[in-house]
């Protein structure tokens, strides 16, 4: 499936996003829509009606947390953690 902006999951997000900011995976568990596509609508939005305005990593790398408005992106944090 191509991202379109005329599709109803961008309205989804940014609803969503109004609420506060989350993660692609919290995105995923509110709006029911997989992460492949959601990660693609992120991608499509990124700039234009949303930003990063954090990283949260757990384990593993860190996930962008997406914010509502236009700002500046906040920069990825070094890794914690070094592959083998």
């Known amino acids: 499936m191509r991202p379109?902006?005329?599709q109803p999951?961008?309205?989804?997000?940014?609803?969503d996003l109004?609420?506060?900011?989350?993660?692609s995976h919290e995105l995923v568990e509110i709006t029911g829509?997989?992460?492949?596509?959601?990660?693609a609508y992120l991608k499509?939005?990124?700039?234009?009606?949303i930003h990063i305005g954090g990283w949260e990593q757990r384990t593993g790398p860190a996930l962008p947390?997406?914010?509502?408005g236009v700002a500046e992106d906040k920069p990825r944090p070094r890794r914690k953690y070094r592959r083998y």
């Open 4 to 6: 379109r902006a005329e």
């Open 9 to 15: 999951v961008p309205t989804l997000i940014l609803r």
């Open 18 to 23: 109004a609420l506060g900011p989350a993660t």
């Open 33 to 39: 829509v997989a992460l492949r596509n959601v990660q």
């Open 44 to 49: 499509l939005m990124h700039g234009q009606s």
């Open 65 to 68: 947390v997406w914010h509502l």
